[in-house]
């Protein structure tokens, strides 16, 4: 069992270890961080910067607290649009914590979330066309593959193609 912990400074030096500890688990999937991101005073300061643009409703930040109350992974909602109320979503599991459900029910929480607390109809979600465990954790979330985005997210140097799925949470 997971639960959703909105990201607070309170949350930086776990949050911190978390990122350190993944960071090269992370990296076969998304762009690397720039190296002074890891650093605490660095992480206060990206979370402090993103408490900014949730204030201003363009950006919520999660945290995934397992039974243990560690951080077993993140999750964003981003690119809001306050007239469609459509939003993207992103996730990362920590690598000790794959394979144990988590990211289906971050998908599932978040879900949620957005259609009660934040009132949003649509989620739109990217992942790497060879990423098949993020595109069946959507899938079994309701979320559709749309469109094939050629060449569209940096990964390794080069651009890869991304699909892309929706949601409609009405």
Avoid: C, W
Avoid at 148 to 166: C, I, Q, S, W
């Amino acid at each position: 069992m997971i639960l959703l912990k909105e990201l607070t400074v309170g949350y930086a030096e776990k949050l911190l270890d978390f990122e350190q500890e993944n960071r090269t688990y992370f990296e076969q999937f998304v762009p690397p961080r720039e190296e002074g991101y890891y650093f605490k005073e660095s992480v206060i300061s990206s979370i402090l910067e993103m408490q900014k643009s949730r204030n201003d409703n363009k950006y919520y930040l999660y945290l995934l607290i397992n039974e243990k109350q560690q951080i077993a992974g993140r999750i964003n909602v981003y690119n809001i649009d306050g007239e469609t109320l459509e939003a993207e979503i992103g996730y990362r599991i920590g690598l000790r914590f794959t394979g144990m459900g988590y990211a289906s029910e971050a998908v599932r929480l978040i879900s949620r979330e957005t259609k009660e607390v934040l009132g949003l109809k649509r989620l739109k979600a990217l992942t790497l066309s060879f990423n098949g465990a993020s595109s069946r954790v959507l899938e079994k979330n309701g979320f559709m593959e749309g469109e094939t985005l050629e060449r569209h997210l940096p990964f390794n140097g080069l651009m890869h193609d991304a699909k892309v799925y929706y949601k409609n949470l009405i």
